[in-house]
């Protein structure tokens, strides 16, 4: 039975996958909590994707024998992992393109700017975005991911920037399969193929069961 590595999205935990997890095969799920492991790892310097990746491959061991499951930030996280290791990979509503992010401005010194004088985790600001957030059913998850960002340590966030937006190797794998949905307002549908679910870009909350037909059905072609 292979492990299975769960890594979650920007301003998420690993609890979003907990109407996923109970539909998938029963495997040795391992939820990596992000938050924990930039506190565990105490980066200096800058980061990018690959290094973040780099440590966790170091710190759980990572194989070719491994399944990793990223939703959003986490599957650009795992498509490193991948690049590394060789691990199979499954991607939900994430990329391989940091152009699919879809955000005003992916500089990330303004982004830096922003964070560090507060304006990121201001109320007017999460509150406009909360605004324009076009989809009823995931809205009050949105809301929720935007509160509990306010809270969280302003190193932790510009980490999960860097992450997103600071510059990384080029990549020279794939993901083994990637489910993405036609409405999500967050990350655009990737150019590859890909296996459509209902929904937006939480779909893995909303649709699960959709989402676990997906994976169980990639995991098979795979």
């Not at 105490?42 to 759980?60: D, H, S, W």
């Not at 010194?109 to 059913?137: A, C, D, M």
């Not at 995931?138 to 860097?162: A, H, I, T």
Request: glycine share 4%.
């Amino acid at each position: 039975m292979p492990r299975v590595f769960l890594l979650h999205g920007y301003v998420e935990d690993p609890t979003i996958f907990d109407q996923l997890v109970p539909l998938l095969p029963q495997s040795d799920f391992t939820r990596i909590d992000l938050a924990d492991e930039c506190q565990h790892w105490k980066p200096t310097g800058k980061i990018n994707v690959q290094k973040v990746a780099e440590y966790l491959v170091n710190r759980y061991a990572i194989t070719a024998n491994d399944l990793l499951i990223g939703h959003s930030m986490g599957g650009w996280i795992a498509i490193y992992i991948k690049q590394l290791t060789q691990a199979t990979v499954i991607q939900i509503s994430s990329w391989t393109d940091q152009r699919k992010i879809r955000l005003p401005t992916h500089n990330l010194s303004i982004l830096k700017f922003l964070l560090f004088s507060g304006v990121t985790q201001s109320r007017p600001l999460l509150r406009f975005f909360q605004k324009q957030y076009p989809f009823p059913e995931s809205f009050e998850l949105y809301k929720n991911l935007m509160e509990g960002m306010r809270q969280m340590n302003r190193g932790y966030l510009y980490w999960q920037l860097q992450i997103l937006f600071a510059e990384a190797p080029h990549l020279t794998v794939s993901p083994d399969l990637r489910i993405h949905t036609r409405r999500d307002s967050i990350i655009a549908r990737p150019n590859e193929p890909y296996t459509e679910v209902p929904g937006d870009h939480f779909s893995l909350v909303f649709h699960p069961k959709e989402v676990a037909e997906a994976v169980r059905t990639g995991i098979y072609m795979i």
